[in-house]
Nanobody, 124 residues
Framework: VQLQASGGGLVQAGGSLRLSCAAPGRSFGGYAVGWFRQAPGKEREFVGALKYSGGSTSYADSVKGRFSISKDSAKNTVYLQMNSLKSEDTAVYYC??????????????????WGQGTLVTVSS
């Protein structure tokens, strides 16, 4: 599965940005679709994920209440809506796809497919 992540850019603190993840020609049905991020000098970390068929979601504590993941089934696209952005949200964001139970979503090993990454820069 080839993933196309887009929507990154420069935004001021407090602003919003929406990332998109698509897999042209493929369906996300039966998979979980999520996001990881890696800030400069830091390890990659789980942001959140969506069980595509059921719609259940899970988020890292650091983004709960600010970020949300949704889908557009007609477009076979998953979105990461990021609100109230902080400078510490600056990172390369990766779209990921895999199969596994919710409790394993925090582990990078669970995710089979990774997108190329899109840079989000939050200026303070």
């Amino acid at each position: 599965v080839q993933l196309q992540a887009s929507g990154g850019g420069l935004v001021q603190a407090g602003g919003s940005l929406r990332l998109s993840c698509a897999a042209p020609g493929r369906s996300f049905g039966g998979y979980a679709v999520g996001w990881f991020r890696q800030a400069p000098g830091k390890e990659r970390e789980f942001v959140g994920a969506l069980k595509y068929s059921g719609g259940s979601t899970s988020y890292a504590d650091s983004v709960k209440g600010r970020f949300s993941i949704s889908k557009d089934s007609a477009k076979n696209t998953v979105y990461l809506q990021m609100n109230s952005l902080k400078s510490e949200d600056t990172a390369v964001y990766y779209c990921v796809v895999g199969r596994g139970i919710t409790s394993s979503w925090y582990s990078e090993n669970m995710w089979t497919y990774w997108g190329q990454g899109t840079l989000v820069t939050v200026s303070s």
